[in-house]
């Protein structure tokens, strides 16, 4: 009995020869397709951050303005690198810092008139209020000019 089974072992061992080129391809078609779904979701991933991130920067800057305007209550527009030079923003991030600027609104919903760019993305804010920017969802122009939702 010993010896049937050391010779049916050994009849296994010797058959075993790997993956066939069917099963490798098989595989690689696979990897293949998940790939292809996995790279284009990643992409969007990567391109909807880099939008959030703009968004993040003008509504800071349009929140560092109010602390701005009450303490400057003569002003009424400032740049976003006004506001770093007078330290209410650390950073002006994606923001232009020269060519972006708030403007104090008489119903306390301040407006944001600029660009900000990140990577490949570019937002343009034409008077875009907060409520704007948060609802903004589709296009790469915020606000409506007149800085009313």
């Known amino acids: 009995m010993k010896k049937f089974l ?10 075993e020869k790997g993956l066939t080129l069917i099963e490798l391809l098989a595989v690689i078609v696979i990897l293949a397709i998940v790939a ?19 968004k993040s920067d003008a509504i800071n800057a ?3 303005a109010g602390l701005y ?6 002003d009424n527009d400032v740049t ?11 950073t002006v991030g994606s923001l232009d ?8 609104v008489a119903n306390g919903e ?3 008139d600029g660009s900000g760019t990140n990577g490949d993305i570019t937002i343009t804010f034409n008077y875009a209020t907060i409520t704007e920017i948060n609802a903004h969802t589709s296009d790469n122009t915020i606000g ?5 939702d």
């Open 80 to 90: 976003v690198q006004e506001l770093q030079n007078a330290g209410f923003l650390e």
């Open 62 to 64: 349009i929140n560092a």
């Open 69 to 74: 305007f009450i303490e400057n209550s003569n």
């Open 110 to 112: 301040d407006t944001i």
């Open 36 to 54: 292809a779904i996995a790279v284009p979701a990643i992409g969007n991933i990567i391109n909807n951050s880099r939008v959030d991130a703009i």
């Open 97 to 104: 810092p020269d060519g972006t600027t708030i403007t104090e």
């Open 6 to 15: 050391k010779q049916l072992l050994n009849k296994r061992l010797n058959n």
């Open 144 to 148: 409506n000019g007149n800085g009313t």
